[in-house]
């Protein structure tokens, strides 16, 4: 998917949601498990009541690797089953080298027809040129996240007074464009958008921990937003885990729309719709 096509769809849905399918056996309302897929039957679910009010989907691998084969199996199905006008995301946060990361990108790019796939930039420049290989594909690096262990190495201050997630998010900029390359920046570290955005100005951002990990969607906005939005705005356990009962696709239409109103009065406010 180009930039243009990604924000045509922003433009035309007024929202800037990502919705998480983060699928996990022990949280699906259990009558799914009689079906032959539980977790594709519970995503189709997700997938139907939301499509309406999201941009993107993002399945955190994870979750589907941890099942084995007929994991993998699931999330094929489910990456084949999203609507093809609506950005993807193989939430992999793969690294590594040389012909490692050029199967990497085979597999999310080729087998599994992802848009895009997270990549960890700590091996340098050659662990993640080999994703940017494809055309209209995207790499979504981790720039700035907001678990606690942040701290250890991403907020370290080095000697010209910038913080290490700073010199990352610089240096791999040289290595892609604002049309094939995104940053991961946590949603509860809003204010530190302002220095993202002083080094990447244009760049889209995918911003996880609106929901149920309490980040302000008003903040995000605020401190993130370009001319042309730049932003995907995940949310994962708030909505597709708002019931675990016969209702859940429901409950999720619901929060979905709930948050793409508010991104609605959000994108008014600044002429973007």
């Known amino acids: 998917m180009t930039r243009e096509e990604l924000y045509n769809n922003i433009q035309k849905k007024k929202s800037f949601l990502c919705v998480g399918l983060d699928a996990d056996l022990t949280k699906i309302p259990a009558f799914l ?11 189709k679910r997700i997938i139907d009541a939301t499509k309406d009010y999201c941009v993107a989907y993002k399945p955190n ?8 084969a007929s ?6 199905k489910t990456m084949e089953y999203v609507p093809k006008d609506i950005f993807t995301i193989a ?7 040389g ?18 796939v997270t990549v960890a930039p700590y091996m340098g420049e050659d662990s993640v040129k080999p994703f940017m290989e494809y055309p209209n594909k995207w790499v979504i690096v981790l ?14 201050v080095l000697h010209d007074g910038t913080q290490l997630f700073e010199h990352v998010i610089q240096k791999t900029c040289a290595w892609g464009t604002p049309d094939n390359l995104m940053f991961v920046v946590g ?3 809003p204010q530190m958008l302002e220095k993202v955005r002083k080094i990447a100005a244009e760049h889209f951002l995918l911003i996880p921990g609106v929901g149920a990990q309490g980040g302000s969607l008003e903040e995000v906005f605020k401190y993130g937003a370009t001319k042309q939005v730049g932003l995907l705005v995940n949310a994962s356990r708030s909505i597709i885990y708002a019931s675990s009962g016969a209702d859940f696709a429901e409950k999720a239409k619901q929060e979905a729309k709930k948050l793409q109103q508010e991104m609605e ?8 719709v």
Request: charged fraction near 25%.
């Open 187 to 189: 949603a509860t570290r």
């Open 91 to 97: 939430d992999a946060k793969r690294g590594d080298i």
């Open 33 to 43: 498990l009689e079906f032959e897929d539980p977790i594709f039957e519970f995503n």
């Open 143 to 156: 720039g700035l996240t907001s678990n606690s262990g942040a701290v250890d190495f991403e907020m370290q």
């Open 265 to 272: 009065v959000l994108l008014r406010t600044k002429g973007l």
């Open 61 to 68: 691998t994870a979750f589907y690797e941890a099942l084995g």
């Open 99 to 116: 012909n490692t990361s050029k199967l990497y990108a085979k597999a999310f790019f080729e087998n599994l027809s992802a848009d895009s």
């Open 71 to 76: 994991g993998w199996e699931s999330l094929r």
